[in-house]
Nanobody
């Protein structure tokens, strides 16, 4: 399984960005696909996840109502739409995949496959 993240950049506070994660190399029906982020000097933290085949979505409290995770079957791509960005959202964002949706969807250690990361910088 290969994951290729893109879409990061510099944005002003209050602005929006959409991250993309192209997924290839497997059959993903039961997979959990997630976004994590890691700021300098901090641990990697969960942002959002979905079950590729549908029926499961989850968000960190810090992004609820501002971020939306979605997928496009035809393009084999997972998106993270980020609105109302603030400087605290500045991080490297990673997409990740694991073979099934579990109760531990928010734990980075559960994920077997990772993309390379894309930097999001929010200026005040």
């Amino acid at each position: 399984v290969q994951l290729q993240a893109s879409g990061g950049g510099l944005v002003q506070a209050g602005g929006s960005l959409r991250l993309s994660c192209a997924v290839s190399g497997g059959t993903f029906t039961n997979y959990a696909l997630a976004w994590f982020r890691q700021a300098p000097g901090k641990e990697r933290e969960f942002v959002a996840a979905l079950r590729w085949g549908g029926g499961r979505y989850a968000y960190a409290d810090s992004v609820k109502g501002r971020f939306t995770i979605s997928r496009d079957y035809a393009k084999n791509t997972v998106y993270l739409q980020m609105n109302s960005l603030n400087p605290d959202d500045t991080s490297v964002y990673y997409c990740a995949a694991q073979g099934s949706w579990t109760v531990n969807y928010g734990s980075a250690s559960e994920y077997d496959y990772w993309g390379q990361g894309t930097l999001v910088t929010v200026s005040s």
